[in-house]
């Protein structure tokens, strides 16, 4: 995306409500007013730079002051930040305001450190392609991090001119619908706009666009823009799969109200801290555990486990629970990377479930002889 693409008027400072200014922010910029910094919000980052709208129009600033060892803490699309005046050259970000919300992944190394991927965001935009079967799985993974952000999922469903009929279409939503209890599923398509008013109705306040390349992202972002500002690369016939159209994540305006971020694709979603967000998606597991006779039953062979119950009476799908189990695992071996304590107790939890598996072997042996 080009600076030109940018908005490059000078708005006034009521006009950052635009991009999500209000009270709260204004009480959590006071202190810094006093030392003639000015308040705006990171529309782009770029190699230790990042584009800031702010009272003046769009500047260009270091974020050399404000590089943490925490890799959480970076300057990253969405933040409000406090950033010097315009007689100021360089001009650099002074400090990040607290944020709100953050849309965050474990990075793709065996580091057990997060990615932030967006800042101060209310709906998680969750992109999937028709075009492509379905990853249920996938699409829970990325339910989990968007719940445990704080932000509210949408569910979008691109290329729906791709599906051969509505009945196919609705027969889409309705899978997906249940592996996103709680969100919102759409059907859309970018193409001929279908579905684009109902969800840009939907989007006040911070939006934050995720999907993998060849999701159809950034015709969705265009279409949801009403103008042609992200490039649009075609998807490869022989895997459906997309190239990397977005390279940075890029703040801009909707012209229904609001702001959306649009972000590269995703080709790894890991997990990172998100336990809450996966009982979120899982809901209604949840809610039969809770009625398990054990508080703290493993749904694996305990009498009087609900789970199991639902399981095998048909009302629980085995996908769902394999699913729950998976996603649980995942983020209990990132956790335990850096917690020794956890690290002890899923130990002792392994060791005690493996004892239980051979008495059970030996008492099974037993009736048998």
Not at 211 to 227: C, F, P, R, V, Y
Not at 294 to 319: I, M
Request: include cysteine; glycine fraction near 10%; proline fraction near 4%.
């Amino acid at each position: 995306m080009s600076s030109s693409s940018l908005p490059s008027s000078s708005p006034s400072k009521s006009a950052l409500a635009v991009y999500g200014w209000d009270g709260g922010w204004e009480a959590e910029f006071a202190r810094f007013a006093g030392q003639g910094l000015l308040p705006g919000r990171v529309v782009r980052v770029d190699r230790g730079l990042c584009d800031v709208v702010t009272a003046e129009g769009v500047v260009r600033a270091d974020t050399e002051f404000v590089v943490p060892r925490d890799p959480m803490k970076v300057v990253c699309t969405g933040d409000w930040v406090a950033v010097d005046p315009e007689e100021r050259d360089p001009r650099y970000v002074r400090s990040l305001l607290p944020r709100r919300t953050s849309f965050v992944r474990s990075t793709s190394s065996k580091r057990s450190e997060g990615q932030i991927l967006a800042a101060n965001v209310d709906h998680a935009v969750i992109a999937v392609s028709l075009a492509a079967d379905l990853d249920l799985g996938r699409i829970e993974r990325f339910l989990a991090l968007a719940w445990e952000s704080g932000a509210q999922p949408v569910v979008v469903l691109t290329k729906a001119d791709l599906v051969p009929d509505a009945a196919t279409t609705a027969h889409l939503v309705s899978d997906v619908e249940t592996a996103a209890p709680g969100v919102q599923v759409l059907a859309v398509s970018a193409e001929q706009g279908h579905g684009i008013d109902v969800l840009g109705a939907l989007l006040d306040g911070t939006s934050v666009l995720l999907g993998q390349s060849g999701a159809g992202k950034s015709t969705l972002a265009n279409a949801l823009l009403g103008a042609d500002v992200m490039h649009v690369h075609a998807v490869r016939d022989v895997d459906g799969k997309g190239r990397h159209t977005t390279t940075t994540r890029n703040l801009l305006v909707l012209p229904t109200g609001g702001v959306l971020i649009d972000t590269p694709g995703l080709r790894g979603v890991g997990l990172f801290d998100a336990e809450a967000g996966v009982g979120q998606v899982f809901s209604e597991i949840e809610a039969l555990a809770q009625e398990c006779r054990f508080h703290d039953c493993a749904h694996d062979a305990e009498p009087g486990c609900a789970v199991l119950a639902a399981l095998d009476d048909g009302t629980l799908p085995p996908r769902r629970l394999d699913s729950y189990r998976k996603l649980l695992r995942e983020n209990q071996r990132l956790a335990a990377r850096t917690d020794a304590r956890l690290r002890d107790e899923m130990r002792r939890v392994w060791k005690m479930r493996g004892a239980q598996g051979r008495a059970a072997m030996e008492a099974k042996r037993g009736r048998l002889g």
